[in-house]
């Protein structure tokens, strides 16, 4: 969450000695869900702030209501500051709002404060990759979000096909460094590339947002849907045991062991979109690897092995 959000939220708590994600989202402007899920990642990361459910119930922190932060014990204070200071490295907001917590604490609690806050730094680019600046559009689009105002996008998918239509904002995600947008349509709710918007604006008219809408929630669906659709097609591979953890790193959730077979090779298996997407990814491994089923994938294996093999024949050792 954001510091200044974590910030403001405290401070609202210890005013109010209790509040509801309804208050909350009210006071900084944000949608109840944002409020809501502000308050768990808040606990989680060992914020005592904690729920009251049922009528009258809301959110308070442990203690009762307080006019400073010095109720945070030290352990507490580093949580909230390993929490938010990874952000402080790439947002002048973050930092200014971090000197004023660290002013906020009790003088023997700042030095480590301090400490958590600089001790973890997120470097989200890849290496051998240039650093990719977040898009100016996802700024627009957060800003629609807040206010809850429809967004007429003018949008490429994946097909090249350009098409244009308002959509009422739900959401933004952050997933491997590429932003996506979850809105409601005309034809329910839908997920869009922000990097495939290319143009956005606010229509000034009203979003519509279920009540019982929240983006973690969303976003598990979408991951959902796109991983079913990323393994389509399942493998029967053996290797030695050794080079599993490799094929785990290269398939991810989409790699299972599944036992070992007679001659001691481990048995795994392995997902893909097509046939010829596992083929490519396991002809690297030469004979290190034996596909068992489907014969799909064996074919196409022995497809390409017959495409290098007419490539590169008689041009080993400076032959023609």
């Known amino acids: 969450m954001r510091a200044d959000r974590l910030v403001a939220a405290l401070l609202l708590m210890q005013a109010r000695g209790r509040v509801t994600a309804a208050e909350l989202a009210g006071e900084l402007e944000v949608s109840v869900a944002t409020a809501r899920r502000d308050l768990e990642a808040m606990s989680a990361a060992g914020i ?46 973050v930092k200014a709002a971090l000197r004023k917590l660290i002013r906020a604490l009790p003088q023997t609690f700042r030095a480590d404060a301090v400490a958590a806050a600089d001790s973890t730094m ?92 929240t983006l973690a929630t969303a976003w598990q669906e979408v991951v959902g849907d796109v ?49 010829l997407d596992l083929a490519r990814n396991l002809a690297g491994w030469g004979a290190l690897v034996e596909v068992v089923e489907p014969d799909t994938v064996r074919a196409e294996l022995g497809r390409i092995g017959a495409e290098l093999a007419d490539r590169y024949r008689g041009r080993c050792g400076g032959g023609t």
């Open 227 to 275: 991983e079913q659709r990323r393994s389509r097609t399942w493998a029967t591979v053996l290797i030695e045991a050794r080079f599993v953890p490799v094929l785990r790193d290269r398939f991810g959730r989409h790699c299972h062991s599944d036992g070992e077979a007679a001659d001691g090779r481990a048995r795994v298996r392995l997902a893909a979109p097509t046939p």
């Open 122 to 213: 997120v470097d989200p680019t890849p290496w051998g990759e240039r650093d990719r600046p977040r898009p100016a559009m996802v700024e627009l689009l957060q800003g629609a979000v807040i206010r809850r105002r429809k967004v007429r996008l003018v949008y490429t998918d994946s097909a090249r096909e350009r098409t244009e239509r308002v959509v009422d904002p739900w959401g933004l995600v952050d997933k491997d460094d590429t932003w996506y947008l979850i809105a409601g349509t005309a034809r329910g709710r839908r997920t869009f590339r922000v990097d495939r918007i290319g143009a956005a604006d606010e229509t000034g008219e009203p979003a519509e947002r279920p009540d019982d809408f």
């Open 48 to 93: 005592p702030v904690y729920p009251q459910p049922g009528r009258g119930g809301g959110w308070s922190l442990v203690g009762g209501a307080r006019t400073d932060l010095s109720g945070l014990s030290a352990t507490e204070a580093q949580a909230l500051f390993l929490l938010v200071g990874p952000a402080a490295a790439v947002s002048g907001d």
